[in-house]
T-cell receptor
Framework: GAVVSQHPSWVICKSGTSVKIECRSL??????MFWYRQFPKQSLMLMAT?????????EQGVEKDKFLINHASLTLSTLTVTSAHPEDSSFYIC?????????????????FGNGTRLTVT | AQTVTQSQPEMSVQEAETVTLSCTYD???????LFWYKQPPSRQMILVIR??????QNATENRFSVNFQKAAKSFSLKISDSQLGDAAMYFC??????????FGKGTRLHILP
């Protein structure tokens, strides 16, 4: 089945530094990837939609200069948290669309990475 | 904009019993997908079941089934013969035509031995 690999699974960084999180589709071409953020005991909040070769589309309230998203290939998207602060500490999870079907909606579910726990000290 | 509402923050069920998790959604789209995802303590998102809006037949996956009421915009999940491994956070999700998935706030399910 389709697999999405997310790396690292956890990271601790100092305030003011930048952290890069990778999301890879291992056995399919992901034309679209999504980045979510999840606070403890809360739901997943969509941060941005990433399409290969184009600029990411950010959800309202998400700082694009803070959370840089690059989708350079059909199998890799990266999220860089720039100048991280303790309030950026969270669980970040990516997902990818599987092989496209016919029409606007196909029947492939989103495939999720295992998430990255970011702690900023 | 689409919204997904899960009105039960927590639920408990006795092992081997049946439990139903509720979910309602709001949309003006006619073509969409609905999902139930399970998130255990590992925080991995696991697809439990999905339903295409154009299908009238309710989806079923082993012990998991849904009651999809399109007119009422309701999409409940029934878990039969509950097992200890079913304990997790369950998220109802709506996938729109632009492929975005919108999640409900989740229901934490406890299984009582």
């Amino acid at each position: 089945g389709a697999v999405v690999s997310q790396h690292p699974s956890w990271v601790i960084c100092k305030s003011g530094t930048s952290v890069k999180i990778e999301c890879r589709s291992l056995d399919f071409q992901a034309t679209t990837m999504f980045w979510y953020r999840q606070f403890p005991k809360q739901s997943l909040m969509l941060m941005a939609t990433s399409n290969e070769g184009s600029k990411a589309t950010y959800e309202q309230g998400v700082e694009k200069d803070k959370f840089l998203i690059n989708h350079a290939s059909l199998t890799l998207s990266t999220l860089t948290v720039t100048s991280a602060h303790p309030e950026d500490s969270s669980f970040y999870i990516c997902s990818a669309i599987g092989p496209a079907g016919q029409g606007a909606i196909d029947n492939s579910p989103l495939h999720f990475g295992n998430g990255t726990r970011l702690t900023v000290t | 904009a689409q919204t997904v509402t899960q009105s039960q923050p927590e639920m408990s069920v006795q092992e081997a019993e049946t439990v139903t998790l509720s979910c309602t959604y709001d949309t003006s789209e006619s073509d969409y997908y609905l999902f139930w995802y399970k998130q255990p303590p590992s925080r991995q998102m696991i697809l439990v079941i999905r339903q295409e809006a154009y299908k009238q037949q309710n989806a079923t996956e082993n012990r998991f089934s849904v009651n999809f009421q399109k007119a009422a915009k309701s999409f409940s999940l029934k878990i039969s013969d509950s097992q200890l491994g079913d304990a997790a956070m369950y998220f109802c999700a709506y996938r729109s035509a632009n492929d975005k998935i919108i999640f409900g706030k989740g229901t934490r399910l406890h299984i009582l031995p």
